[in-house]
């Protein structure tokens, strides 16, 4: 699988979105739009991983879900990687500190849905994460409560930016984060492998090519 080395220049605002992409669905393509809109940057990558360390079971092969979510995810903004396997890092903090002292200057921006907010205090290092990238969050159906009375929402409740403010949170001196409700879609990769698998499943599965514009 060929794999290089997006461009990004100093000063840039960049999200970075990650996860296992088992597969990746129109749910992802949507939280990715709205992240480019609602906190003003420039670029959003795809952080397709080699593997979730919170998950029993491993994911389908690597190669196999990029091209999925290249051929599902056509956007001019947004990159398709497979940099912690380039990288050989297992976990977010070791992600970010390797970006970060790659590109020196780049604005990065973690993101996460805000089921990921309400299980944060689980990631190694988090506290790490939160005090050296500003992180977006981003609701989805039934997560908004447990979300905000999680640990880290506690912890950091004096470094969250209000919503109206979004745009600002590349900019922002860390400790921050900024917690946007968006347009609800109810769509999950565990709910794709079931109804593949012929399993029951609740709920409408979209289009399953999403196109930039």
Not at 35 to 45: E, I, P, S, T, Y
């Amino acid at each position: 699988m060929r794999q290089g080395w997006p461009v990004a220049r100093s000063g840039q605002r960049i999200g970075l979105l990650g996860g296992s992409f088992d597969p990746a669905h129109a749910g992802h393509a949507h939280l990715t739009r709205q992240a480019l809109m609602r906190f003003g940057l420039d670029q959003v990558w795809w952080l397709v991983s080699p593997g979730n360390p919170l998950k029993q079971h491993g994911p389908a092969p690597l190669s196999q879900r990029v091209e999925q979510a290249r051929a599902l995810m056509q956007h001019p903004r947004v990159r398709i990687t497979a940099l912690e396997a380039r990288m050989q890092t297992r976990f977010t903090a070791q992600t970010l500190r390797r970006l970060i002292a790659r590109y020196p200057g780049v604005r990065f921006v973690w993101l996460m849905g805000a089921d990921n907010l309400a299980q944060f205090d689980q990631w190694q290092d988090w506290r790490w994460i939160m005090d050296h990238v500003p992180v977006g969050v981003l609701a989805r159906p039934g997560d908004r409560i447990s979300a905000r009375l999680s640990k880290a929402a506690r912890i950091y409740q004096s470094a969250r930016i209000p919503a109206n403010a979004s745009h600002g949170l590349p900019y922002k001196d860390v400790p921050a984060w900024c917690f946007v409700n968006m347009p609800m879609m109810r769509l999950s990769s565990s709910a794709i492998r079931a109804r593949a698998s012929g399993a029951e499943v609740t709920g409408s599965v979209l289009p399953a090519v999403v196109k930039g514009g």
